[in-house]
């Protein structure tokens, strides 16, 4: 089973990236999934999370009206759009699967993580 992220890189501050997570191994088409990011010498964070329908997403106050998390159950793949992005975005990112209940922006309610992707933003 992996989760295999892509699309990161090196951007300048107010551009744009797109983040892709796709499944492999198992169908995750019915769980809801989230991106975290890490940066470094700080803890994991709560980036975004969509349900499994995609009809209900959540954002961390630090990304709203900039991130939008968006995923295709055909592909088994979501998706973070970032814009607008800053210095302090620079982190590795990580899209992440539940298959419980939990709080969405609590990393302990993901069971599956993906490798982490850098993005880097310079000024």
């Known amino acids: 089973v992996q989760l295999v992220e892509s699309g990161g890189g090196l951007v300048q501050a107010g551009g744009s990236l797109r983040l892709s997570c796709a499944a492999s191994?198992?169908?995750?088409?019915?769980?809801?999934k989230g991106w975290f990011r890490q940066a470094p010498g700080k803890e994991r964070e709560f980036v975004a999370a969509?349900?499994?329908?995609?009809?209900?997403?959540y954002y961390a106050d630090s990304v709203k009206g900039r991130f939008t998390i968006s995923r295709d159950n055909v592909k088994d793949t979501v998706y973070l759009q970032m814009n607008a992005l800053k210095p302090e975005d620079t982190a590795i990112y990580y899209c992440?699967?539940?298959?419980?209940?939990?709080?969405?922006?609590?990393?302990?309610?993901?069971?599956?993580w993906g490798q982490g992707t850098q993005i880097t933003v310079s000024s």
């Open positions: 992440a699967v539940a298959t419980g209940w939990g709080p969405r922006e609590k990393s302990a309610s993901y069971d599956y």
């Open positions: 969509i349900s499994w329908s995609g009809g209900r997403t």
């Open positions: 191994g198992r169908t995750f088409s019915n769980y809801a």
